[in-house]
């Protein structure tokens, strides 16, 4: 199969609130009061979190058919943490990214610990928003001036 090409674009609205297209979908993107925001809508962390979590989910059902068992439900429970001091300027020292994410997984199946576990190393190796996260993958930044 040949690549496949995502692509997001939009404008901001504020300081704080981007609002962006996704194919025909809308996503807004804001930041809580305390960092300054409306707090009317998920940060842009927390949608790396959710993505993060909805690619989980849809390779977690497509391994488990390869696999031969059915997965009811899966509830995901994922955080992260960051130290805010670089994207406040404040410090040079700490990253600006996550620290650490922990995902926690609960399906429901009637498979066995043995299948499970395997189900979720599959899963893990095959996750792209993980591999994203994991691996150095080549980002350009660009800037052009617009002129009335």
Known sequence: MSNLRFSVNGESN?????VAKARHFKLVVDEPEELGGA????NPVEY????????INVVG??????LGFVISKLNID???????DKLLGISNH????????QINLNPETEADIVTLSQ???????RCP????LRNETPVRLSVEKVYS
């Open 14 to 18: 504020s300081t704080t609130q981007f």
């Open 39 to 42: 707090d009317e809508a998920a």
């Open 48 to 55: 790396i979190l959710a993505g993060l979590a909805g690619c």
């Open 61 to 66: 059902h497509l391994v488990a058919k390869e």
């Open 78 to 84: 994922i955080s992260g943490e960051i130290n805010p």
């Open 94 to 101: 700490e990253r600006a990214g996550f620290q650490s994410i």
């Open 119 to 125: 189900w979720l190393k599959i899963v893990e190796d």
């Open 129 to 132: 928003v993980k591999d994203n």
